[in-house]
């Protein structure tokens, strides 16, 4: 069964640091990952998708980076703002469809 | 960008009565949608998987009698909740897919459906 974990659960950072979000999870047999936002009482917004087959995507700011053999991915935030504050999402598809982690709760403080 | 509509954001019902929430992909024909549930601080969980013109595949611990899943079109999946409880207030979020595995999934914005 596939699992998810993100770590931290929580970080807290000043505006303007660069961060990263760890993600990790238990079959690398997957599709692809997704990195998603998710705003208080809001739906996700998806960030980048990741398929089985490459090392990274980059978006703006973000960079993700997948390890399928080591089963972890990371997300980069380069020159972190306030409004970054999110809960991130990590989730992989999988022969069990789409498996979320349990989320990052980013704070930028100004 | 594709984008997935859902209604209502926000319903407060009564214990007993059924609330229907529907998904909509605006700007592409979707050919799976899913529906999820979150609780507080908490991640999502897959609730169903709907393909259009069949019966939604319901995960393990859900109840289909229950949470009746609609997907009459490319474009249009409903989730009712039957006799809704209190323990059914939750977040519920719907996503959709044009092509499984290899293409994103899009979210639309969720409903919080308290029950009283």
């Known amino acids: 069964k596939q699992e998810v974990t993100q770590i931290p659960a929580a970080l807290s950072v000043p505006e303007g640091e660069n961060l990263v979000l760890n993600c990790s999870f238990t079959?690398?047999?997957?599709?692809?990952l997704q990195w998603f936002r998710q705003d208080p009482g809001k739906g996700l917004t998806s960030l980048l998708l990741?398929?089985?087959?490459?090392r990274e995507q980059t978006s703006g700011r973000l960079n993700a980076s997948l390890d399928k053999s080591s089963g972890r991915s990371t997300l980069y935030i380069a020159a972190s703002q306030p409004g970054d504050s999110a809960t991130y999402l990590c989730a992989v598809t999988g022969a069990q469809k789409l498996v979320f982690g349990q989320g990052t709760r980013l704070t930028i403080n100004p | 960008g594709a984008v997935v509509s859902q209604h209502p954001s926000w319903v407060i019902c009564k214990s007993g009565t059924s609330v229907k929430i529907e998904c909509r992909s605006l700007?592409?024909?979707?050919?799976?949608m899913f529906w999820y549930r979150q609780f507080p601080k908490q991640s999502l969980m897959l609730m169903a998987t709907s393909n259009e013109g069949s019966k939604a595949t319901y995960e393990q611990g859900v109840e289909k009698d229950k949470f009746l899943i609609n997907h009459a079109s490319l474009t249009l999946s409903t989730l009712t909740v039957t006799s809704a409880h209190p323990e059914d207030s939750s977040f519920y979020i719907c996503?959709?897919?044009?092509?499984?595995?290899?293409?994103?999934?899009?979210f639309g914005n969720g409903t919080r459906l308290t029950v009283t």
């Open positions: 700007d592409f024909q979707a050919t799976t």
């Open positions: 996503s959709a897919v044009l092509h499984t595995h290899n293409s994103p999934l899009h």
């Open positions: 079959d690398s047999a997957i599709y692809n």
């Open positions: 990741i398929q089985s087959s490459q």
